[in-house]
């Protein structure tokens, strides 16, 4: 019985260690094949992944892009301009904020990718648990902050001082494990495993208690943001101290002054005795910020601003409870922790309402207001708050002996009124007992002119013909002679005789005639077949200076430019009253040179206030402001058109790619940019002429670009047209 036991158990063991050589065996060919794809997923993942940096980096460009149309979006009506800066702003720190989150992402990436594997050799003892694997980590998940970790387990993964008691293993697990991906048969796991683990821990925590690792200073909290300061409703008063005045500006705290100064006391107690070293690396990270005043002996809620560009450990810092700017050493400055946070910044900007600082031009001007507005900081007083629709309040600083900051101000030849003295602001009860028939309903913004608020221009018709006539052979109302107004029958569609002249004709130089040879002067290029020139004919004796104040038009181009641009006219130009149109005729002042020529309008583009305007004496075609156009005076414009436009006869693009259209233009440019020239008439049409430009050596320009393969030569011929009493233009 007992030989036949132990057969069994033989077999038994057997077959155990067959099943576990199999098993072995089937691991090898499954690690390699598992090794294999996860490779394959690997590479698939990698691919997703540059796809998407090559997305953010596309992204990123087209941010950088949209930010540098926000500064032209600045061109616009000023009524525009408010909103538009605002929105700018917040677009840009909606951008900053998205860059700022992908740097941290990064940064934070780099340090979880920064650990050092060090290779070990196989040992006999049991292996160590192996890592829990790593949850997925993508930029996404990286922008949002992960949440503190509340586990007490080793971060080595080092087994309890206690280990739990081994269990004995079940038929359906495996009796062998593998401490590594080797196949050597060293790695099987030998019976004193428990006792290897314990002296691996104890050895590690032998270690630990050698190095004395001082403890590290507190970690620098996170940026603390200090609340949002209450509005200041308009039209009420409220007790005040001035604080600090820097030129136009002052502040001043609405609060009571024991309160801010129980604040500083505290934050002065507080970081006395817990003053941390900061770098200024460190400080640069900052927000807001403590800061201590070696003069006062004192610390401060601040906001950093920037460091020093002459000095790297001075910091520039605004102080937000008294509204100064200071700069302190970089030593000089504690993190602002949130138990400082609590209450919003107490010093509010302010300027004075109702008065005009003319003093923006004038530096001792500004010095004396500065100084008279100094004397009153630290004083108390009362603010009635005019305008709380910007950063700075306009404010009335009422004194406590009942005259007004700005009054004295003005009194002393400091500051002009914005209206005049005696329009001063009623009482609620002198307005209540004002007579209403006094107010009109008219007077309220919300009835001003639609046509004015949009074209700048205000109608007078409506007030200048009487409403109540219908016509007929009378010429008079119900009123009769008693009407004063103008008695004009309404056009059916509304349109009236109020009307703005504006210059839109000008005669032009009469068009040489066909088969005549004349010298020009090349003004300027539009085209690699077209330019504009100025018939250079005999030089007219200028007339002799008229008698003292007789202004005569101008008979010669250098004439008719020196007078626009004499300081006499110049000081005598008006400004437009309404936008331009198409067509009309302006005088347009030249950027590189700064002078004034006439032009013609050919587009208008309201969103930036940009005019296309052509210099009809030389035909160059520009962009300019609104500003820089003024109204011609008829004199000017008796002198014709100075500028010609001419095509080169027989002259034909050599493809239709516009890049070299633009190649032929340049280098027709070089050949007669602003070079006097013989030419030669072939035709004449409504408004230009065809023509043959030879050089000074007698060489046709049109020749010489084809030489150069820029153009293609067509045949032509001379159309003389001095039989022809009509012609029908065609639009």
């Not at 270690?207 to 620098?220: F, Y």
């Not at 923006?360 to 009635?384: A, H, T």
């Not at 004199?635 to 001419?646: E, F, G, I, T, W």
Request: proline fraction near 7%; hydrophobic fraction near 35%.
């Amino acid at each position: 019985m007992k030989n036949r036991t132990k057969l069994i158990l033989k077999k038994f063991i057997n077959s155990l260690l067959s099943n576990q050589g199999v098993k072995t065996k089937m691991s090898f060919v499954d690690l390699a094949t598992l090794t294999m794809h996860r490779r394959n997923e690997l590479e698939a993942r990698l691919n997703i992944f540059w796809g998407k940096c090559d997305r953010a980096v596309d992204d990123i460009k087209k941010l950088k892009m949209k930010t540098q149309g926000f500064v032209l979006q600045l061109n616009c009506d000023p009524s525009e301009l408010k909103e538009r800066f605002l929105s700018a702003m917040k677009q840009l720190d909606e951008y900053m904020y998205l860059i700022t989150d992908f740097n941290i992402a990064i940064s934070k990436l780099d340090e979880a990718a920064n650990v050092e594997y060090t290779p070990v050799q196989d040992s006999f003892s049991k292996p160590m648990m192996p890592l829990a694997p790593l949850p997925p980590f993508n930029l996404i998940d990286a922008l949002s902050e992960p949440a503190p970790s509340t586990s007490t387990a080793c971060q080595n993964h080092c087994p309890p001082e206690k280990p739990k008691r081994v269990k004995t293993p079940k038929a359906d697990q495996s009796l062998i494990v593998f401490s590594s991906t080797s196949s050597s048969e060293e790695t099987v796991s030998q019976t004193n495993s428990r006792v290897a683990v314990k002296e691996v821990q104890c050895e590690l925590e032998a270690e630990l208690n050698k190095v004395k690792v001082e403890d590290p200073p507190a970690p620098l909290p996170e940026a603390s943001n200090l609340p949002a300061q209450t509005v200041l409703e308009t039209d009420q008063v409220y007790d005040a101290t001035i604080m600090h005045v820097d030129g136009a500006f002052f502040w001043v705290i609405t609060d009571d002054p024991e309160e801010v100064q129980n604040l500083m006391m505290e934050m002065t107690n507080y970081y006395t005795e817990n003053q941390k070293i900061i770098s200024s690396k460190e400080v640069k990270a900052l927000n807001c910020c403590a800061y201590y005043d070696e003069d006062s002996d004192c610390f401060y809620r601040g906001l950093f601003i920037k460091l020093s560009e002459e000095d790297s450990e001075i910091a520039e810092i605004f102080v937000v409870d008294t509204g100064e700017m200071r700069c302190a050493p970089v030593v000089c400055v504690q993190p602002l922790y949130p138990r400082f946070c609590s209450k919003p910044p107490y010093a509010r900007c302010c300027h004075l309402a109702g008065v005009d600082l003319v003093s923006y031009n004038n530096k001792s001007l500004m010095e004396k207001q500065e100084d008279f507005m100094r004397g009153y900081v630290g004083k108390q007083c009362s603010i009635e708050v005019d305008d709380n629709t910007s950063e700075s309040l306009g404010v009335y600083v009422v004194l406590p002996s009942g005259e007004t900051l700005n009054q004295i101000i003005v009194q002393q030849g400091l500051a002009l009124p914005n209206k005049p003295v005696e329009e001063e602001k009623d009482s609620p009860e002198q307005v209540s007992s004002a007579n209403q028939a006094d107010y009109e309903i008219t007077d309220c913004p919300e009835y001003e002119d639609p046509v004015e608020a949009v074209t700048g221009y205000k109608n007078r018709d409506e007030i200048d013909i009487c409403k109540h006539y219908k016509g007929g052979p009378e010429k008079t109302c119900f009123k009769g002679s008693r009407c004063n107004k103008k008695h004009i029958v309404m056009h059916p569609d509304g349109w009236t005789l109020d009307r703005v002249p504006v210059m839109g004709k000008c005669k032009s130089v009469p068009l040489p005639a066909p088969d005549t040879w004349h010298k020009v002067l090349v003004t300027c290029v539009c085209h690699f077949d077209r330019v504009y020139v100025q018939l250079l004919t005999e030089k007219r004796q200028e007339p002799e200076i008229p008698s003292f104040g007789v202004v005569l038009p101008a008979t010669t181009l250098s004439a008719l430019v020196r007078d626009m641009n004499s300081p006499a006219t110049r000081t005598a130009y008006k400004p437009l009253t309404i936008p331009p149109a198409p067509g009309e005729f302006v005088a347009a002042l030249y950027p590189p040179d700064n002078n004034w020529y006439r032009a013609r309008v050919l587009s208008v583009t309201r969103a930036d206030q940009s005019v296309e305007v052509m210099y009809m004496d030389y035909g160059t075609v520009l962009w300019v402001k609104e500003d820089q156009l003024r109204m011609l005076e008829p004199r000017q414009l008796s002198l014709p058109m100075q500028a010609v436009r001419c095509v080169l006869a027989g002259v034909r693009a050599r493809s239709h790619l516009s890049q070299q259209w633009a190649q032929a233009k340049r280098a027709l440019t070089d050949m007669v940019q602003d070079k006097t020239l013989d030419v030669h008439v072939i035709a004449r049409d409504y408004d230009e002429i065809t023509v043959e430009l030879f050089d000074e050596d007698g060489y046709s320009i049109a020749e010489q670009l084809a030489a150069n393969d820029m153009v293609e030569l067509t045949d032509y011929s001379i159309v003389d047209d001095t039989a022809v009493t009509k012609k029908i233009v065609v639009p």
